[in-house]
C-alpha cells in the first residue's frame, strides 16, 4: 500500500497539470489525485458496529458452533444412560423374557398386536426421559449461542442457491476448506485417541467369556462408557475453540471499510445538511420563544451596547429569573423589544457580564449575584412607584 501511495503522489506531480492547447491559447487545468481514496480501497479494516451485527444476527449470520452441539449432546445422553443403565437393562430382560415365554403358547394376531405394543411401551419408558433431556440441552446450547430468535429468511427460495457456479464457489471456498481441514483434524484426533484405547482393552477381552452373561455386559459396559466420556471429553475441547473460531470468523466477515462506517453513520444521523437544517429550526423556535418572554420581564440589564440579560422576579419566587438573555444582535432585539413594552432597561456592566456568563435561560440568579440584583430590583420599584404616585395639582 505505501508503494503504491508513493507512485501516486509522484503521478500527481508528473501529471499536476495539463496543458489543453485551445484557438492558440493555453489553459491549465490542476488534476488532484484523491489517495485517501485508494488508500481505504474496498479493505475491510473497520470493527462492526452495533448495527451492523444487529442486521446480521436479523438474517441468521452468527457465531454458532455445531460440534458444541454435539458435544453436550453426546455428554447428557451417555450421562443418563450410565445413570439409567441398571433400570433399562432390567426392562429389557423382563420383557424379553415376556416375549419368549408368551410366544411359546400361541402365536396368533391378537397376541402379536401385544407384543408390538408392549415395545412400544418399553421404547418410551426407557428412551423418552433420554430424549427428552436431549431436546433440552440442544434447545439450551443453541439459544446460549444465538438468543431466542427465529429467522425464515434463509428458508425463503431463493435461485441463486440453485446455480451451480455459486455451488462450487462455496465447495471450494475458504470456509469449507477450513471445515474440511477441521474435519479432517477431529478424525485424526479421535481416530488415535481410540485406536490408543482400545489397544489397552482389548487384550482383556478374550477373559469376558469366563464371566456369565450379566457380568461380561457390566464390563464392556466400563469399557464403553470410559471410552464414550474421555472421547466426549476431547469432543468438549474441540467445540469450545471451535466457538471460539466461529466468533472470530464472524467478527471478520461482518467488518467494514471505513466508507461503510461513514455511509451508516450518515443514515443513522442524518444527512449533516437536513440535521444543520434541524438546529437553525430549532434555535429560531427558542429564540422566539425567549423574545416573548421579554415584555414579562421586570428589569433589562445591559453591558450596555454588547449584553443584555432580561429578569424577572414574582411575589413567591424563590430568586429572579433569567427569561432571556444575548449580545450583540440579540441583546440590540432584546432591548428594542423592551422599549417597546416598557421594560425598564438598567446599565450594570459587571453585573451583565456576571449573568450573562452563569446562568442560563430559564435559570434563577445564583446566590453570589443576590445582592447586585436585589439592588437593581428596589431601584426599578422605586421608578415604578414614582411614576405611579400621583402627582400634586397646580395651585
Known amino acids: 500500500m505505501q508503494c503504491m501511495e508513493t507512485y501516486l503522489l509522484r503521478l500527481n506531480r508528473l501529471f499536476h497539470r495539463f496543458i ?10 490542476s488534476i488532484n489525485f484523491d489517495l485517501q481514496r485508494f488508500a481505504e480501497g474496498g479493505e475491510k479494516t473497520e ?11 436479523a438474517k441468521g449470520q452468527v457465531a454458532r458452533s455445531q460440534e458444541l452441539n454435539t458435544a453436550f449432546v453426546l455428554l447428557v445422553g451417555f450421562f443418563l444412560v450410565k445413570i439409567l443403565w441398571e433400570y433399562i437393562y432390567t426392562n429389557i430382560a423382563e420383557y424379553t423374557i415376556y416375549i ?16 408390538f405394543l408392549g415395545i412400544m411401551l418399553l421404547l418410551a419408558k426407557t428412551a423418552f426421559p433420554i430424549m427428552v433431556s436431549i431436546l433440552i440441552i440442544g434447545l439450551a446450547i443453541n439459544i446460549y449461542q444465538v438468543g431466542l430468535m427465529f429467522n425464515l429468511e434463509r428458508l425463503s427460495f431463493n435461485l441463486n442457491k440453485l446455480n451451480p457456479i455459486n455451488g462450487f464457489g462455496r465447495i471450494f471456498s475458504k470456509r469449507s476448506l477450513v471445515e474440511l481441514v ?3 483434524f477431529k478424525i485424526a484426533i479421535i481416530g488415535s485417541f481410540l485406536y490408543l484405547y482400545l489397544k489397552d482393552q482389548i487384550p482383556f477381552m478374550p477373559y469376558f467369556i469366563y464371566f456369565d452373561l450379566a457380568k461380561s455386559l457390566e464390563e464392556i459396559a466400563k469399557v464403553i ?3 464414550v466420556f474421555q472421547v466426549i471429553a476431547i469432543i468438549i475441547i474441540m467445540a469450545i475453540a471451535d466457538y471460539s473460531y466461529q466468533k472470530w470468523q464472524t467478527t471478520q466477515d461482518l467488518k467494514m471499510t471505513k466508507q461503510e462506517v461513514k455511509d451508516e453513520y450518515k443514515q443513522m444521523e442524518g444527512d449533516p445538511q437536513i440535521k444543520g437544517k434541524i438546529k437553525q429550526k430549532q434555535r429560531q423556535m427558542a429564540m422566539m420563544r425567549m423574545m ?5 420581564a421586570d428589569v433589562i440589564i445591559t453591558n450596555p451596547t454588547h449584553l443584555a440579560i432580561a429578569l424577572m422576579y414574582k411575589s413567591g419566587m424563590v430568586a429572579p429569573l433569567v427569561v ?6 440579540v441583546a440590540e432585539r432584546i432591548k428594542q423589544i423592551a422599549r417597546e413594552n416598557k421594560v425598564t432597561i438598567v446599565e450594570n456592566k459587571p453585573l451583565a457580564r456576571a449573568l450573562y456568563t452563569s446562568v442560563q435561560v430559564g435559570d434563577m440568579v445564583p446566590h453570589e449575584l443576590y445582592q447586585a440584583v436585589a439592588e437593581v430590583l428596589a431601584y426599578v420599584y422605586r421608578l415604578k412607584n414614582r411614576k405611579t404616585a400621583p402627582q400634586p395639582s397646580a395651585a
Open 20 to 29: 489543453f492547447i485551445n484557438d492558440n491559447k493555453t489553459s491549465y487545468k
Open 47 to 57: 470493527e462492526p458496529t452495533e448495527k451492523r451485527r444487529r442486521d446480521a444476527k
Open 100 to 115: 419368549y415365554s408368551h410366544l411359546a403358547q400361541s402365536t396368533s394376531v391378537e397376541s402379536i398386536r401385544e407384543i
Open 182 to 184: 477441521k474435519s479432517l
Open 225 to 227: 462408557f470410559n471410552m
Open 292 to 296: 416573548q418572554e421579554v415584555p414579562k
Open 324 to 329: 432571556a438573555k444575548g449580545q450583540d444582535v
